[in-house]
């Protein structure tokens, strides 16, 4: 069993950053491929950024890629979303979620949520 809890969330002007963190609760969290995912309002939710449970591997979509960075700490039971030039339209709940070290990261197969935490982008 694995409880994650998202933090880092705010009000930022667009151009800004922010940091989000998940904390994992469990032993085992060294052995979870995670990934970052995010719905806004009326959106279904979308798939932000992935990181594998080595560490060394890691993937974006492209409306992402080169402004958004996913790490872990293995050792703090923690994995982060540095968010860079965010936009007017990265505005959503950002969830943290993690799937077995077999799994693929996707919104559909995710094995553990954590309950999301709001990023609100204005101009």
């Known amino acids: 069993q694995v409880q994650l809890v998202e933090s880092g969330g705010g009000w930022v002007q667009t151009g800004g950053s922010l940091r989000l963190s998940c904390a994992a609760s469990?032993?085992?969290?060294?052995?979870?491929?995670m990934g970052w995912f995010r719905q806004a309002p009326g959106k279904e939710r979308e798939f932000v950024a992935g990181i594998r449970w080595t560490g060394t591997i890691t993937n974006y979509p492209e409306s992402v890629s080169g402004r958004f960075t996913i790490s872990r700490d293995n050792a703090k039971n923690t994995v982060y979303l540095q968010m860079n030039s965010l936009k007017l339209e990265d505005t959503a709940v950002y969830y943290c979620a993690a799937v077995r070290r077999s799994g693929v990261i996707a919104a559909q197969g995710m094995d553990y949520w954590g309950k999301g935490t709001l990023v609100t982008v204005s101009s």
């Open positions: 469990g032993r085992s969290f060294s052995t979870y491929n």
